[in-house]
């Protein structure tokens, strides 16, 4: 069905924006930007919920201050829209005000989403839900305003992790460097997303690192994180953001992944590849993705689950 923003959103009084578990710079930046032309373009506020902390890196986004984690369960919004949501699942509680919703609209970018709610903007070609809101906006003629150039500059470069991962395009350049005309300052941003790491995080990101495993002549290399791990440096849940590039990142390495702790049945996987098709590894289990960046949670012990993993991978 063809979504006309300008039409559901003049129609909407009581909006609300969600972003996924365990943010990272595409959804805020997405849910940040959406609020920003929200209010630029038609003198209206929306609510923005937030399903985890906000990193400490993604504090400098243009009215994230607004953005809050805890809502009153019992009220009911004319509009509810997903930002890179890939599953619906993985907004947590915050489904209910999906369910309860007048309208929902689903912005994304992942292959695997499964195109929930009422209407759907998604285009699984495109870098970034950053670079879907973009090109919505072009092609609608909507005005970018500063606030939001920032916000979708962000987006973009850290979906492609700095423009180097396989899915920069030609048109992720495009877009940055008119979001650059609009007021983005591609230093200011770099630094603020890659450059302001606290001494704890760059810690308890080498201590993973430096206790790898590796399978298969070094094809796969995985990481443990447990809850003690996190105690032991005070660590977010961001803190493990990466850290599955870098064990790819080795020349031997064909498969990355790293397994959390979420309980001691629970297990969150967050997988990278160089080849293997992650994502369908990932659907098998409940979650989904991009061919060569792809998560799920099992539900499984840590031990359990990553032998589940492993015999799903396919050199």
């Known amino acids: 069905m063809i979504c006309n923003l300008d039409d559901i959103i003049k129609n909407s009084k009581k909006i609300l924006l969600i972003s996924h578990m365990n943010p990272d710079g595409d959804t805020l930046g997405s849910m940040c930007a959406m609020y920003s032309m ?3 373009r038609f003198k209206k506020k929306a609510d923005m919920n937030i399903v985890s902390n906000v990193p400490y ?8 201050e607004n953005a809050q984690r ?27 005000f ?36 973009y090109n919505y906006f072009k092609a609608n003629k909507w005005s970018i305003d500063k606030e939001s150039a920032i916000c979708l500059y962000t987006a973009i470069m850290t979906d492609t992790g700095n423009f180097k991962f396989e899915n920069t395009s030609s048109n992720s350049f495009r877009a940055v460097a008119d979001l650059v005309d609009a007021g983005a ?18 810690l308890f990101q080498n201590y993973c690192v430096n206790k790898a495993e590796f399978l298969e002549d070094n094809k796969i290399a995985y990481t443990t994180v447990y809850k003690k791990d996190l105690e032991k440096f005070s660590a977010g849940d961001d803190y493990t953001d990466g850290i599955a590039e870098t064990l ?10 790293v397994a959390k702790e979420v309980d001691t049945k629970l297990t969150k996987i967050s997988m990278r590849s160089k080849k293997t098709d992650v994502a ?5 289990f409940g979650g989904g993705g991009h061919t060569f960046a792809a998560g799920c949670t099992i539900t499984a012990s840590v031990k359990d689950s990553i032998e589940k993993l492993l015999k799903e991978i396919k050199l």
Request: charged content about 25%; proline content about 3%.
């Open 57 to 64: 890196n993604y504090k400098f986004l243009p009215n994230i």
């Open 70 to 96: 805890y809502f009153d369960k019992s009220l009911v919004y004319d509009l509810v829209i997903t930002l890179d949501v890939a599953a619906i699942d993985r907004i947590l509680d915050s489904k209910i």
């Open 98 to 133: 999906y369910e309860k919703a007048k309208c929902t609209v689903n912005i994304d970018h992942h292959k695997t989403n499964p195109k929930f709610g009422d209407y759907q903007i998604i285009e699984a070609n495109a870098s970034s839900c950053g670079e879907v809101l």
């Open 248 to 257: 790819r990142a080795i020349d031997t390495t064909e498969v990355a992944f």
């Open 280 to 284: 369908e590894i990932c659907t098998k």
């Open 185 to 202: 300052n591609p230093n200011y941003i770099y630094k603020q997303c890659y450059e302001t790491k606290t001494k704890n995080f760059v």
């Open 38 to 40: 929200i209010y630029h």
